[in-house]
């Protein structure tokens, strides 16, 4: 079992992108109304549409914020709808690549409190992303078909994640918050899913050729995956359900309630003495 080199890699990646959402929040915030932007002057009451200058070409969206950003895959653009006194608390910043919404701490919490911050929407395309980041209460919603080599995304805090669909090479995602993904497909050749904190999992994987789990804390995981090799550790106090069609199952359940549908022409499941396992595969 690679389940140590595998582990080593998503933590690399995790370290990645917890100090790159740190280190966004530490940055200098440039209000939008310093990006000279274009207001829809037809805005009814005080809802308005604004496009936002996008300085230079991005692959990745790091959402630090409490709204939801909207993604589409088409050519470069970014803009917002909302209440207008809302928005004022919304920056943007573009740079190496990557595209960061965020508000200001204090700005977090008005507009947590604010009775229709649900209509505040950011709306981004561009023609291909690579890596997802959510880092704070905000979401990432795409009803798109998003296609690359290699897709990474990260969750932190308690923020949202809902995906229609992904093609590409290597899938990778990881959470150690409070993070609620769905997924509806994934196609790739390798996949690696991991979860430290107390989120919920809903995804859909057709992996080639392996696929990787790594579910622990207090996660909660439905998980439909089909691939010639399913390897992966669960270790949480929540319930996890795993639909698999794989030719080997090498699984080790250290703690949990996990519930097993499917077929594994080849099993090697390990219990722990506070592990349940319900094992229907055929």
């Known amino acids: 079992m690679k389940i140590m080199k595998k582990s080593t890699i998503l933590l690399v990646f995790f370290v990645f992108l917890l100090i790159a959402c740190q280190n966004e929040q530490n940055k200098k915030q440039v209000s939008i109304t310093d990006n000279h932007v274009m207001e829809d002057s037809s805005s009814i009451n005080n809802v308005v549409k604004r496009d936002i200058p996008v300085t230079m070409d991005f692959f990745q969206i790091t959402n630090i914020s409490a709204v ?3 993604f589409n895959v088409g050519p470069f653009k970014v803009w917002e709808e909302g209440d207008s006194s809302m928005l004022n608390n919304l920056s943007y910043e573009f740079d190496g690549g990557v595209l960061t919404v965020t508000t200001p701490m204090e700005a977090n919490n008005d507009m947590t409190s604010f009775a229709t911050y649900d209509n505040i929407k950011v ?3 561009c023609p291909e992303l690579k890596t997802v980041a959510v880092c704070a209460t905000g979401g990432f919603v795409c009803h798109d078909t998003i296609q690359t080599d290699i897709f990474q995304m990260g969750g932190m805090v308690k923020g949202n994640i809902d995906i229609d669909k992904i093609k590409c090479r290597q899938f990778r995602y990881e959470s150690n918050g409070s993070t609620l993904i769905n997924v509806g497909q994934i196609q790739c050749d390798e996949a690696v899913v991991i979860s430290t904190g107390d989120g919920i999992i ?3 994987v057709d992996a080639k050729e392996k696929a990787y789990v790594d579910i622990k804390s207090l996660t909660t ?3 439909t995956a089909c691939s010639m090799l399913l390897e992966g550790i669960i270790e949480t106090k929540k319930e996890v359900n795993m639909n698999i069609d ?3 199952l090498d699984l080790s359940v250290v703690e949990g309630n ?6 594994a022409e ?3 499941i390990k219990k722990g003495r506070l592990a349940f396992v319900n094992n229907s595969l055929k």
Not at 258 to 263: D, P
Request: proline share 0%; charged share 15%.
């Open 68 to 70: 939801d950003i909207v």
């Open 123 to 125: 709306h981004v395309s």
């Open 202 to 204: 809903n995804m859909n």
């Open 221 to 223: 995981a439905n998980i």
């Open 246 to 248: 794989t030719k080997v």
């Open 258 to 263: 996990v519930n097993l549908s499917g077929k």
């Open 266 to 268: 080849k099993q090697n």
